[in-house]
């Protein structure tokens, strides 16, 4: 019998690791380190370890994107 996720928890993928962010990206953990570091990627310094959310990290995608095919 699978265990129940308890309701306030999170979903596994809703916050993102820099290991999990470059994976997703397809970039080198350290390209996606030195763009966070410089503010060019949403995230939160939490505890000295950068943290994304799936969410924003999409829609600041989808806007890089629409900026660079106009």
Do not use: C
Not at 46 to 60: E, H, N, P, Y
């Amino acid at each position: 019998m699978a265990a129940k996720k308890k309701q306030l928890e999170p979903e596994d993928d809703d916050i993102m690791t820099l290991r999990e962010v470059a994976k997703y990206l397809g970039l080198h953990i350290m390209t996606v380190y030195k763009l966070t570091r410089e503010g060019r990627v949403p995230a939160a310094n939490i505890g000295g370890q950068w943290r994304f959310k799936r969410d924003v990290l999409d829609a600041w995608l989808e806007t890089q994107m629409n900026q660079h095919s106009n």
